[in-house]
C-alpha cells in the first residue's frame, strides 16, 4: 500500500474539487430519464429471459448441449442479477422512477445476504466510512489484513488461502458477514437483533437453497444430477466473479486506507476525495461493465452510489479530466491487472 | 366515438386466473422473485403486485378534457360508482401519481373503466393523459377509494350539487342508476360550468334528463349567469330537505352548500363532499423558510426551518425515524410522503407527490408536510 502524499495545493482545492463534483452529480440527475428507464427494464427483461431459460435447458441436462447452454445462461443470469441490477436497484440508483417494481425499499435479491441486512452493512457502513481502518467492514471483511495499520496475528499467514476458499461460497461469506457477530460480541448489537437478522437469513437460506438444490433438480427428473450439478456451477461462478470484481474495486496496492482521525470533522469535498482515493477502477468494454454491474468503474459510483449505473461510463472521463486538474491520483488498469496487484497485496500483509 | 381505433393486432388477453395455491408454490421456483414478477414482464395487465390498465381509446370531451377508455389488468379490485382510482403514468422514466374519478358503470360487460380529465395547463400529467397518451399506453392503477359512492340501495330523494370537473363522481352515479332496470331515485342535479363548450358531458346529461323521468337537470354557465349562491340552492330544488345531498367541485362551491345547510338547518349527515384541491402549489422561491411537518404515525409535529433535514426535525421531535449514513447516499432513512412538498437540500430542487418515498436525511420542508412515520 502507497499513501500517496497530496501536494499542500489540493488540500486547500478540495472543496473546489467537491463543487465541480456536486455540479457533475446535478447534471446527470437533471438528464436522467425514459433512455434511462428503457435501460434498466431491458436488463431486468434480459436477466429474467436469460434465467428462464437457463432453467429449461438445465431441466433436458442429461444432454450435455443442453448442460453447457443451461449452465452459461444461468451463470450470466446470476450475475446480471446481482451486479447490475441487486446491488445497483438496492442503492437506490433506480429511486427517481418512482416504479414500486424497482426500488431500493423493495427488492430482494437472488443472494445468500437478505437486502435489509445489506444495505445497513454495505449501503451505509462501506459506503459512508470507505477504507476507514476499524469502521468500513468491508475492508478485509475483519478475517484479512489488508493494510500495516491493522495488527498482525499468526492467523492472517494463511490468509492467502482462506481469501481464495472465500471466492467459490462467497455470497455466504456475505450473508455471515453482514450478520455483524463481532458487533454483538462487542455490545454494538442487541442479541435480540441479533437473532432476528438470523432467523431472517435462515428463510432466506432455506428458500435459495431449496430452489437450486432440491426443486429444480427434482423437477428436472432423469436430469436431476446434471441439472444439481449446474445450478452448483452457476453460483460458484458468480460467486468467483463477484469476490474478483469487488476485491478489484477496493484493494488493488494503489489504493489507500485512512485512519480514524482522518475523517474527523470530514467535509463534503473531504469525503469525495476519500472516496476516490480508497477506490480503484478497471477497464473493459460494454459486456465486461454490464457483467460487472459497473463496478469497473468504481470510483464513479463511490463518488455517486445513487446515480443510475449505465451513466458511470459517461462521466468517467470528466471524473478523470477534474482527477487530473486536481493533482489526485485516478487508479485504474485492466482487469487482470487490478486481480494480480490485490492478490499480491493480501500475500504481502500476511507476513507482519 | 373513439378518436383513436387500437390496432387490430393489439392483444386482447383476458388474464388467466390462476389459483393463490399454484402461484404460492411457483413462488418456491422464482424466490426471491414472485411468479407475478415474470407475468409483469410478459404482460403488464398480468401483474397482479402492480395493478395496471392499458388505455383502449381517448375521447375528446371538450377542449381541454378527454375520456380515457381504460381495460384493467388481473390486479384491478374493482369499484363502487363514484369513487376515485389513483393513476399512475410514465413521464420521462419516472412514475407521476395523481386521482381521477371513475365515470364508467361498475358491473358494466366487458369491464373496461373510464375516467374523464380536465388538462390543467400547469400540470405535468394531466396534459399528457388528455392530449398525448395514446391507445396502448400502459398505466398503473392504485386501488379504488373514497367513500363519496352512490349507495345501494340509493336513497329515495337525492341532489347533485357539481362544477366544473366535479361532475365526474356523478356522472359515473347517473350512468349506474341509468343502466339499472327497475325504479330509480328522484335525482336532481345542479351542475355548474363556466361555458357551455366547456361543460362536461353536456348533450349526455341533456339526453338523460330528456330520456328518463327521475332526473331534473339545471346546467348554469358560469360566465354569463354568475356562480351559484346560497339563495340559488333552495330556489331551484325546493324539497332539498328531503334529499340526502352529494356535493362535489371547487372549494367555494363547497362552502355555498355547507352555509346553505347551515342555514337552513339541514343535517349534515345528510351531506356527502369530495373536494378537488388545487393542483401542484406554486413552486417556493428560494430562501423561505420550512414549514410545520406532522409526522402522521407518531401523531407528532414540529416546525422545521428551511435548512434543516426533516431527519433532524422528527428527531428532536422524538420520532422514531429511520436513518442511515445521514448524507443522502444509503436510501436507509426513506419514509413516504403523504401531502406537500420537499426541497433537496443538496440542490435546492423542489419535489415530492403523496406516495413518494423521501430521502429525509437530504431534504428539508418547504411549506406544511404530512410524512408517514
Not at chain 1, 34 to 43: E, G, K, N, P, Q
Not at chain 1, 57 to 71: I, K, N, R, Y
Not at chain 2, 45 to 50: D, G, I, K, P, T
Not at chain 2, 126 to 152: C, I, K, N
Amino acid at each position: 500500500m502507497t499513501a500517496t502524499v497530496l501536494p499542500m495545493t489540493l488540500v486547500d482545492r478540495t472543496e473546489e474539487l467537491g463543487e465541480e463534483l456536486d455540479r457533475l452529480r446535478s447534471e446527470v440527475i437533471a438528464m436522467r430519464g425514459a433512455d434511462d428507464a428503457r435501460y434498466i427494464r431491458t436488463v431486468i427483461a434480459v436477466q429474467r429471459g436469460l434465467e428462464a431459460g437457463g432453467r429449461l435447458a438445465l431441466a433436458v441436462s442429461l444432454m450435455p448441449p443442453a448442460w453447457c447452454a443451461g449452465t452459461a445462461m444461468l451463470t450470466v443470469a446470476k450475475i446480471l442479477e446481482n451486479m447490475e441490477l441487486g446491488h445497483n436497484v438496492l442503492h437506490g440508483q433506480w429511486d427517481w422512477m418512482g416504479d414500486p417494481a424497482i426500488h431500493s425499499t423493495t427488492w430482494e435479491w437472488d443472494f445468500a445476504s437478505p437486502a435489509d441486512a445489506w444495505k445497513r452493512t454495505h449501503n451505509h457502513l462501506h459506503h459512508t466510512y470507505t477504507n476507514v481502518v476499524g469502521r468500513d467492514r468491508d475492508l478485509g471483511y475483519t478475517i484479512l489484513r489488508m493494510s500495516p495499520e491493522q495488527p498482525w496475528r499468526p492467523v492472517h499467514l494463511l490468509q492467502p488461502l482462506y481469501a481464495a476458499l472465500l471466492a467459490p461460497v462467497f455470497e455466504w461469506g456475505i450473508a455471515l458477514y453482514d450478520l455483524e457477530a463481532d458487533s454483538v460480541v462487542a455490545g454494538r448489537k442487541s442479541v435480540r437483533s441479533f437473532l432476528g437478522e438470523i432467523a431472517n437469513l435462515g428463510r432466506k437460506a432455506v428458500r435459495q437453497s431449496a430452489k437450486d438444490y432440491v426443486l429444480f433438480p427434482l423437477l428436472a427428473g432423469p436430469s436431476a444430477l446434471p441439472c444439481l450439478l449446474g445450478n452448483l456451477t452457476a453460483n460458484g461462478l458468480r460467486n468467483i466473479w463477484a469476490h474478483t470484481v469487488i476485491f478489484c474495486g477496493h484493494f488493488p496496492s494503489d489504493v489507500r486506507t485512512f485512519t480514524e482521525d482522518d475523517i474527523d470533522g470530514e467535509s463534503r469535498g473531504q469525503w469525495y476525495l476519500r472516496q476516490i482515493q480508497g477506490s480503484a477502477n478497471f477497464g473493459g468494454g460494454f459486456l465486461l461493465h454490464v457483467l460487472s454491474g459497473n463496478l469497473g468503474h468504481q470510483i464513479e459510483h463511490h463518488l455517486f452510489p445513487d446515480l443510475p449505473s449505465n451513466r458511470y461510463d459517461e462521466i468517467a472521463p470528466r471524473v478523470r479530466r477534474l482527477c487530473g486538474k486536481y493533482g489526485v491520483p485516478y487508479v485504474t488498469g485492466p482487469l487482470w491487472r487490478q486481480y494480480l496487484s490485490m492478490w499480491g497485496r493480501v500475500v504481502r500483509h500476511a507476513l507482519p | 366515438m373513439p378518436a383513436f381505433a387500437l390496432p387490430f393486432w393489439f392483444p386482447r388477453l383476458r388474464p388467466p386466473a390462476l389459483p393463490g395455491r399454484v402461484l404460492a408454490g411457483l413462488g418456491w421456483l422464482t424466490t426471491p422473485l414472485s411468479p407475478d414478477d415474470y407475468l409483469g414482464l410478459v404482460d403488464p395487465l398480468l401483474s397482479a403486485r402492480h395493478p395496471a390498465g392499458v388505455v383502449t381509446a381517448v375521447r375528446p370531451e371538450t377542449a381541454d378534457a378527454s375520456t380515457l377508455v381504460i381495460r384493467p389488468g388481473r390486479g384491478w379490485a374493482g369499484y363502487r360508482s363514484g369513487q376515485y382510482v389513483p393513476v399512475g403514468a410514465e413521464l420521462d422514466g419516472a412514475w407521476h401519481w395523481r386521482t381521477y374519478s371513475l365515470t364508467s358503470v361498475p358491473d358494466a360487460p366487458g369491464g373496461d373503466v373510464t375516467i374523464t380529465i380536465k388538462a390543467d395547463p400547469r400540470g405535468k400529467v394531466s396534459p399528457y393523459l388528455v392530449h398525448r397518451a395514446p391507445p396502448g399506453t400502459v398505466l398503473r392503477l392504485g386501488p379504488a377509494q373514497g367513500e363519496f359512492v352512490l349507495p345501494d340501495p340509493p336513497p329515495a330523494r337525492m341532489l347533485f350539487v357539481t362544477a366544473g370537473s366535479g361532475i365526474t363522481p356523478v356522472m359515473g352515479m347517473l350512468r349506474t342508476l341509468a343502466g339499472r332496470s327497475g325504479p330509480a331515485p328522484d335525482v336532481v342535479l345542479l351542475h355548474s360550468a363556466p361555458r357551455p363548450d366547456a361543460c362536461l358531458f353536456r348533450a349526455e346529461l341533456a339526453g338523460l334528463a330528456a330520456r328518463v323521468p327521475w332526473l331534473r337537470l339545471h346546467l348554469r354557465y358560469t360566465r354569463t349567469a354568475g356562480r351559484l349562491t346560497v339563495g340559488d340552492i333552495g330556489a331551484l330544488c325546493p324539497d332539498r330537505r328531503a334529499r340526502e345531498i352529494w356535493a362535489c367541485g371547487p372549494a367555494g362551491l363547497l362552502d355555498v352548500v355547507r352555509e346553505h345547510l347551515a342555514w337552513r338547518n339541514v343535517a349534515q349527515e345528510r351531506l356527502h363532499v369530495e373536494s378537488f384541491r388545487p393542483a401542484a402549489p406554486p413552486a417556493p422561491a428560494v430562501g423561505e423558510s420550512g414549514g410545520r411537518v406532522r409526522f402522521g404515525r407518531s401523531g407528532v409535529a414540529a416546525e422545521s426551518p428551511a435548512s434543516v433535514s426533516l431527519l433532524e426535525t422528527g428527531e428532536s421531535a422524538g420520532v422514531p425515524m429511520p436513518y442511515g449514513c445521514r448524507r443522502g447516499i444509503c436510501f436507509g432513512c426513506l419514509v413516504p410522503l403523504v401531502d406537500g412538498r420537499v426541497r433537496d437540500l443538496r440542490t435546492g430542487g423542489v419535489h415530492g407527490e403523496p406516495g413518494e418515498l423521501i430521502q429525509t436525511c437530504v431534504n428539508g420542508a418547504t411549506g406544511p408536510l404530512v410524512l408517514d412515520v
